[in-house]
Protein backbone atom coordinates (compact mmCIF):
# COMPACT_ATOMS: atom_id res chain seq x y z
CA UNK A 1 0.00 0.00 0.00
CA UNK A 2 1.34 3.48 -1.18
CA UNK A 3 1.79 6.25 1.92
CA UNK A 4 0.88 9.62 1.17
CA UNK A 5 3.00 12.92 2.06
CA UNK A 6 0.78 15.64 2.53
CA UNK A 7 2.31 18.83 3.12
CA UNK A 8 0.98 22.46 4.35
CA UNK A 9 1.72 25.34 3.43
CA UNK A 10 0.49 28.83 4.66
CA UNK A 11 0.63 31.33 1.60
CA UNK A 12 1.77 35.02 2.16
CA UNK A 13 -0.28 36.37 -0.83
CA UNK A 14 -1.82 33.87 -1.41
CA UNK A 15 -6.46 14.72 -4.18
CA UNK A 16 -7.89 12.08 -5.82
CA UNK A 17 -8.62 10.05 -2.96
CA UNK A 18 -5.39 7.68 -2.25
CA UNK A 19 -5.59 5.41 0.54
CA UNK A 20 -2.96 4.94 2.63
CA UNK A 21 -1.38 6.73 5.77
CA UNK A 22 -0.84 10.07 5.81
CA UNK A 23 1.78 12.95 6.84
CA UNK A 24 1.40 16.32 7.37
CA UNK A 25 3.63 19.57 7.89
CA UNK A 26 2.84 23.31 7.93
CA UNK A 27 4.62 26.57 4.85
CA UNK A 28 4.84 29.85 6.73
CA UNK A 29 4.42 29.08 10.01
CA UNK A 30 8.25 28.10 10.21
CA UNK A 31 7.93 25.37 12.59
CA UNK A 32 10.87 24.22 13.83
CA UNK A 33 11.63 20.72 12.41
CA UNK A 34 15.51 20.86 11.79
CA UNK A 35 17.10 17.52 10.95
CA UNK A 36 20.24 17.94 13.77
CA UNK A 37 18.45 18.20 16.70
CA UNK A 38 21.82 17.79 18.92
CA UNK A 39 22.43 21.70 19.00
CA UNK A 40 20.08 24.64 17.52
CA UNK A 41 21.88 27.13 19.30
CA UNK A 42 22.58 30.14 16.42
CA UNK A 43 20.36 28.47 14.24
CA UNK A 44 16.86 30.13 12.93
CA UNK A 45 14.12 27.96 13.90
CA UNK A 46 13.25 26.85 9.70
CA UNK A 47 16.61 26.25 9.22
CA UNK A 48 17.44 22.57 8.25
CA UNK A 49 20.96 21.74 9.48
CA UNK A 50 22.92 19.12 8.17
CA UNK A 51 24.89 16.98 10.08
CA UNK A 52 28.84 17.52 9.78
CA UNK A 53 31.20 14.98 7.85
CA UNK A 54 32.53 12.41 10.27
CA UNK A 55 34.24 9.29 10.78
CA UNK A 56 33.86 7.43 13.87
CA UNK A 57 37.03 4.64 15.06
CA UNK A 58 37.08 3.27 17.87
CA UNK A 59 39.51 0.21 19.24
CA UNK A 60 36.90 -2.34 18.37
CA UNK A 61 34.07 -0.84 15.81
CA UNK A 62 34.32 1.34 12.64
CA UNK A 63 31.84 3.95 12.01
CA UNK A 64 30.57 4.93 8.18
CA UNK A 65 28.20 7.35 7.14
CA UNK A 66 25.86 7.49 4.04
CA UNK A 67 23.72 10.50 3.24
CA UNK A 68 21.31 11.20 0.26
CA UNK A 69 19.68 14.81 -0.61
CA UNK A 70 16.71 14.13 -3.35
CA UNK A 71 14.88 17.41 -4.73
CA UNK A 72 11.37 15.93 -5.52
CA UNK A 73 8.06 17.09 -7.46
CA UNK A 74 4.74 16.51 -6.02
CA UNK A 75 2.17 14.47 -7.43
CA UNK A 76 -0.75 16.99 -6.60
CA UNK A 77 -1.77 19.70 -4.86
CA UNK A 78 -4.57 21.13 -2.49
CA UNK A 79 -5.07 24.87 -2.05
CA UNK A 80 -7.75 26.27 0.50
CA UNK A 81 -9.55 29.30 0.47
CA UNK A 82 -10.62 31.17 3.11
CA UNK A 83 -14.03 33.50 2.96
CA UNK A 84 -16.72 34.69 5.66
CA UNK A 85 -20.11 36.80 5.00
CA UNK A 86 -22.09 38.45 7.17
CA UNK A 87 -25.98 39.50 7.22
CA UNK A 88 -28.71 40.39 9.39
CA UNK A 89 -29.73 37.20 9.92
CA UNK A 90 -28.02 33.56 9.70
CA UNK A 91 -30.12 32.57 6.95
CA UNK A 92 -29.22 35.01 4.42
CA UNK A 93 -25.27 35.14 5.36
CA UNK A 94 -25.59 31.19 4.80
CA UNK A 95 -27.31 32.20 1.13
CA UNK A 96 -24.62 35.01 0.13
CA UNK A 97 -21.72 33.04 0.94
CA UNK A 98 -23.33 29.91 -0.82
CA UNK A 99 -23.87 32.27 -3.96
CA UNK A 100 -20.28 33.05 -4.00
CA UNK A 101 -18.91 29.87 -3.55
CA UNK A 102 -21.00 28.46 -6.33
CA UNK A 103 -20.04 31.08 -8.81
CA UNK A 104 -16.29 30.52 -7.85
CA UNK A 105 -16.77 26.49 -8.49
CA UNK A 106 -18.46 26.93 -11.42
CA UNK A 107 -15.59 29.05 -12.60
CA UNK A 108 -12.97 26.42 -11.65
CA UNK A 109 -14.29 24.23 -13.36
CA UNK A 110 -13.95 25.24 -16.55
CA UNK A 111 -10.39 24.81 -15.97
CA UNK A 112 -10.66 20.86 -15.71
CA UNK A 113 -11.25 20.82 -12.04
CA UNK A 114 -13.92 18.25 -11.51
CA UNK A 115 -16.56 18.40 -8.59
CA UNK A 116 -15.23 15.58 -6.50
CA UNK A 117 -11.87 17.97 -6.46
CA UNK A 118 -13.93 20.28 -4.27
CA UNK A 119 -14.73 20.38 -0.99
CA UNK A 120 -16.71 23.04 1.11
CA UNK A 121 -15.78 23.08 4.43
CA UNK A 122 -18.21 24.46 6.79
CA UNK A 123 -15.60 26.21 9.96
CA UNK A 124 -17.75 28.31 11.86
CA UNK A 125 -20.97 30.71 12.53
CA UNK A 126 -22.04 33.39 14.83
CA UNK A 127 -23.93 36.17 16.45
CA UNK A 128 -22.08 39.66 15.64
CA UNK A 129 -22.93 42.24 18.95
CA UNK A 130 -22.44 46.20 18.83
CA UNK A 131 -23.29 48.75 21.15
CA UNK A 132 -26.27 51.38 21.20
CA UNK A 133 -24.78 54.30 22.42
CA UNK A 134 -27.03 56.63 24.25
CA UNK A 135 -25.62 59.54 26.29
CA UNK A 136 -23.42 58.10 29.08
CA UNK A 137 -24.15 54.55 28.34
CA UNK A 138 -23.75 52.23 25.95
CA UNK A 139 -25.62 48.97 25.63
CA UNK A 140 -24.51 45.61 23.58
CA UNK A 141 -27.38 44.68 21.17
CA UNK A 142 -27.08 41.84 18.42
CA UNK A 143 -26.15 42.89 14.91
CA UNK A 144 -26.30 40.40 12.56
CA UNK A 145 -24.42 37.02 11.80
CA UNK A 146 -21.19 35.35 10.40
CA UNK A 147 -20.60 32.39 8.78
CA UNK A 148 -16.77 31.33 8.08
CA UNK A 149 -16.64 28.51 5.44
CA UNK A 150 -13.44 27.18 3.17
CA UNK A 151 -12.90 26.13 -0.29
CA UNK A 152 -10.60 23.12 -0.40
CA UNK A 153 -9.54 22.27 -4.38
CA UNK A 154 -7.80 19.56 -5.11
CA UNK A 155 -5.54 19.99 -8.71
CA UNK A 156 -1.95 18.09 -10.47
CA UNK A 157 -0.43 21.13 -11.89
CA UNK A 158 1.05 23.55 -9.57
CA UNK A 159 0.87 25.90 -12.98
CA UNK A 160 -3.03 26.44 -11.84
CA UNK A 161 -2.25 28.26 -8.94
CA UNK A 162 -2.48 31.69 -10.61
CA UNK A 163 -5.32 30.75 -12.12
CA UNK A 164 -7.71 29.88 -9.17
CA UNK A 165 -6.11 32.77 -7.12
CA UNK A 166 -7.71 35.04 -10.11
CA UNK A 167 -11.20 33.36 -9.98
CA UNK A 168 -11.51 33.77 -6.62
CA UNK A 169 -10.59 37.10 -6.82
CA UNK A 170 -13.31 37.75 -9.05
CA UNK A 171 -15.63 36.14 -6.60
CA UNK A 172 -14.90 38.29 -3.88
CA UNK A 173 -12.26 35.71 -2.20
CA UNK A 174 -9.39 37.26 -1.52
CA UNK A 175 -8.13 34.66 1.03
CA UNK A 176 -5.62 31.68 -0.09
CA UNK A 177 -4.50 30.59 3.21
CA UNK A 178 -3.17 27.23 2.31
CA UNK A 179 -1.40 25.36 -0.31
CA UNK A 180 -0.78 21.37 0.14
CA UNK A 181 1.79 19.19 -1.60
CA UNK A 182 0.55 15.59 -1.84
CA UNK A 183 2.81 12.73 -2.91
CA UNK A 184 1.81 9.76 -2.69
CA UNK A 185 4.90 6.66 -2.96
CA UNK A 186 7.21 6.84 -0.05
CA UNK A 187 8.33 3.99 0.27
CA UNK A 188 9.99 3.93 -3.08
CA UNK A 189 11.28 7.09 -2.14
CA UNK A 190 12.95 5.41 1.02
CA UNK A 191 13.57 2.68 -0.92
CA UNK A 192 15.76 4.47 -2.95
CA UNK A 193 17.74 6.67 -1.07
CA UNK A 194 18.52 3.45 1.41
CA UNK A 195 20.10 1.68 -1.32
CA UNK A 196 22.14 4.78 -3.13
CA UNK A 197 23.13 5.29 0.91
CA UNK A 198 24.28 1.87 1.55
CA UNK A 199 26.36 1.89 -1.92
CA UNK A 200 28.24 5.36 -0.85
CA UNK A 201 29.15 3.02 2.55
CA UNK A 202 30.64 0.50 0.71
CA UNK A 203 32.86 2.59 -1.61
CA UNK A 204 33.44 4.66 1.70
CA UNK A 205 34.21 1.73 3.68
CA UNK A 206 37.13 0.89 0.07
CA UNK A 207 38.62 3.86 0.34
CA UNK A 208 39.06 3.77 4.79
CA UNK A 209 40.53 0.27 4.74
CA UNK A 210 42.90 1.36 1.57
CA UNK A 211 43.75 4.34 3.39
CA UNK A 212 44.26 2.90 7.65
CA UNK A 213 44.83 -0.88 6.98
CA UNK A 214 42.20 -1.69 9.26
CA UNK A 215 40.85 -5.12 9.37
CA UNK A 216 37.00 -5.40 9.91
CA UNK A 217 34.49 -7.96 9.96
CA UNK A 218 32.69 -8.46 7.09
CA UNK A 219 29.39 -8.76 8.89
CA UNK A 220 27.79 -5.12 10.21
CA UNK A 221 24.62 -3.56 12.05
CA UNK A 222 22.82 -0.71 11.23
CA UNK A 223 23.60 1.89 14.13
CA UNK A 224 21.21 4.51 13.12
CA UNK A 225 19.06 5.87 10.22
CA UNK A 226 17.22 9.34 9.91
CA UNK A 227 14.61 9.70 6.69
CA UNK A 228 12.39 12.84 6.36
CA UNK A 229 11.09 15.18 4.45
CA UNK A 230 12.41 19.12 4.20
CA UNK A 231 9.52 21.34 3.26
CA UNK A 232 9.39 24.69 1.73
CA UNK A 233 8.55 26.45 5.13
CA UNK A 234 11.48 25.40 6.79
CA UNK A 235 13.61 26.80 3.76
CA UNK A 236 11.92 30.28 3.81
CA UNK A 237 13.78 33.55 5.02
CA UNK A 238 13.71 37.29 4.95
CA UNK A 239 15.97 40.75 5.31
CA UNK A 240 14.79 44.21 5.25
CA UNK A 241 17.20 46.27 2.91
CA UNK A 242 17.42 49.77 4.17
CA UNK A 243 19.82 52.02 5.70
CA UNK A 244 18.52 54.01 8.25
CA UNK A 245 20.43 57.51 9.68
CA UNK A 246 20.48 58.13 13.32
CA UNK A 247 18.26 60.79 15.00
CA UNK A 248 19.01 63.17 18.11
CA UNK A 249 17.04 66.22 19.50
CA UNK A 250 18.58 69.13 21.56
CA UNK A 251 16.96 71.89 23.56
CA UNK A 252 13.63 71.53 25.59
CA UNK A 253 10.42 72.35 24.76
CA UNK A 254 7.31 71.07 23.18
CA UNK A 255 7.39 66.87 22.54
CA UNK A 256 8.83 65.33 19.19
CA UNK A 257 7.55 62.39 17.68
CA UNK A 258 9.34 60.11 14.87
CA UNK A 259 6.83 58.37 12.06
CA UNK A 260 9.35 55.86 10.81
CA UNK A 261 8.37 54.48 6.84
CA UNK A 262 7.24 50.64 6.77
CA UNK A 263 10.06 48.76 5.77
CA UNK A 264 9.61 46.03 3.54
CA UNK A 265 10.56 42.39 4.27
CA UNK A 266 11.33 40.32 1.39
CA UNK A 267 11.11 36.52 1.71
CA UNK A 268 12.69 33.85 -0.50
CA UNK A 269 13.96 30.47 -0.38
CA UNK A 270 16.94 29.17 0.72
CA UNK A 271 18.15 25.55 -0.57
CA UNK A 272 19.39 23.16 1.72
CA UNK A 273 23.23 23.13 0.57
CA UNK A 274 24.38 19.69 -0.42
CA UNK A 275 27.68 20.20 0.35
CA UNK A 276 27.51 18.35 3.43
CA UNK A 277 25.57 15.17 1.58
CA UNK A 278 27.56 12.39 -0.17
CA UNK A 279 25.10 12.89 -3.00
CA UNK A 280 22.32 14.92 -4.69
CA UNK A 281 19.49 13.71 -6.43
CA UNK A 282 18.11 15.69 -9.16
CA UNK A 283 20.23 18.96 -8.71
CA UNK A 284 19.45 20.53 -11.38
CA UNK A 285 15.41 21.08 -10.03
CA UNK A 286 15.03 24.86 -9.73
CA UNK A 287 11.40 24.36 -9.07
CA UNK A 288 10.86 24.77 -4.97
CA UNK A 289 8.86 21.53 -3.43
CA UNK A 290 9.84 19.05 -1.71
CA UNK A 291 13.11 17.28 -0.36
CA UNK A 292 13.98 14.00 0.64
CA UNK A 293 17.16 13.74 3.54
CA UNK A 294 18.40 10.06 3.91
CA UNK A 295 21.16 9.31 6.40
CA UNK A 296 22.26 5.60 7.53
CA UNK A 297 25.30 5.11 9.53
CA UNK A 298 26.72 1.25 9.57
CA UNK A 299 29.08 -0.15 12.45
CA UNK A 300 31.42 -3.03 11.91
CA UNK A 301 33.63 -4.55 14.42
CA UNK A 302 37.56 -4.36 14.35
CA UNK A 303 39.93 -7.33 14.40
CA UNK A 304 42.24 -7.06 17.32
CA UNK A 305 45.48 -7.46 16.09
Known sequence: MKRILQIWVFIVLLSPTVKGQMMTADILDNPTRDWNTKSKS?????????????????????????????????????????????????????????????????DIKRLGINEGDIYIDVVAQYPIYGYDLEKKSATQQKEGYEINKNVIIRFDSLALVEQLISLAAQNDIHDAVKLDYILYDIEGVYEKLFYEAIAIIEKKKKLYLLATNLKISDQAMIFSEQFQFVFPSQRYKGYQAFES?????????????????????????????????????????????????????????????
Request: glycine share 4%; net charge negative; proline share 2%.
Open 245 to 305: SGLEYYGSGSKRFVEEERKKTTRYYDEINFSEFDKCINPEKIEIGLQAVFEIQVKYERHKD
Open 42 to 106: NVESNSFVPYKRLVSVSDSTFLITGRILMNLEADAYKITFSLSQQAESLLKSNELINNRINSFTN
